[in-house]
């Protein structure tokens, strides 16, 4: 029995990150899911007791691994911006089908104080790409390369893993190095 009720919330959740992704959160309903689904909404009920339960499911496991990657990030001497860089694009590439979702409605997220999350993140990367006090400059470069890879993962959905990897890191890298050279900050670049 508990293998029907695994499988049919990975299912819940499955159509639930489709119709987040296509139409919003908040003009999904349970109903919504329960239709596509075609099962009852109190059957959707058992798995899950409101809208904001099942979005909480589903982007917790993101925050977990984005979490322990930039925590790893931080432990790790000497570690190269590239390093980080790729670190990144990995994350939001296995967790793209999500972030397509944050990206369609990033207020009904901050509604849930999960977008503060994600904040915190970008704050830690900047520090971890530029030291500790980064200019306002410096944050700004950090929040362009960070946030063009992560819309490339989305944006790109027929481009190879591996190519869009490469260019979009290369292009995170110049939109860091256009005042530094990568790898400057706190953390010095290994040469390979």
């Known amino acids: 029995m508990e293998v029907v009720t695994t499988d049919t919330k990975q299912r819940i959740q499955a159509v639930a990150r489709e119709l987040f992704a296509q139409k919003g959160v908040t003009n999904t309903s349970l109903q919504d899911i329960a239709d596509r689904l075609s ?10 007791s409101s809208r904001e339960e099942l979005v909480r499911s589903i982007v ?6 984005g979490e322990a990657g930039v925590e790893e990030l931080e432990q790790t001497p000497d570690v190269q911006v590239r390093t980080a860089f790729e670190v990144f694009f990995d994350f939001h ?8 979702f944050l990206l369609v409605e990033p207020a009904a997220l901050a509604e849930l104080g ?10 830690r990367l900047a520090t971890i790409l530029h030291g500790p006090d980064p200019t ?5 470069r950090a929040a362009v390369a960070l946030g063009g890879l992560a819309d490339a993962t989305v944006l790109f959905p027929d481009v190879p893993e591996a190519q869009l990897r ?3 890191v290369e292009a995170a890298l110049g939109a860091l190095s256009s005042a530094q050279t990568p790898g400057s900050g706190r953390r010095t670049r290994r040469r390979s």
Do not use: C, G, M, N
């Open 39 to 48: 099962i009852t909404k109190p059957a959707l009920y058992y798995h899950f």
């Open 60 to 65: 917790e496991p993101l925050l977990a691994d």
């Open 93 to 100: 590439f296995r967790h793209r089908d999500v972030v397509r």
């Open 114 to 123: 999960l977008l503060d999350r994600v904040f915190d993140w970008r704050e």
């Open 136 to 140: 306002v400059a410096q944050q700004i």
């Open 166 to 168: 490469e260019v979009a």
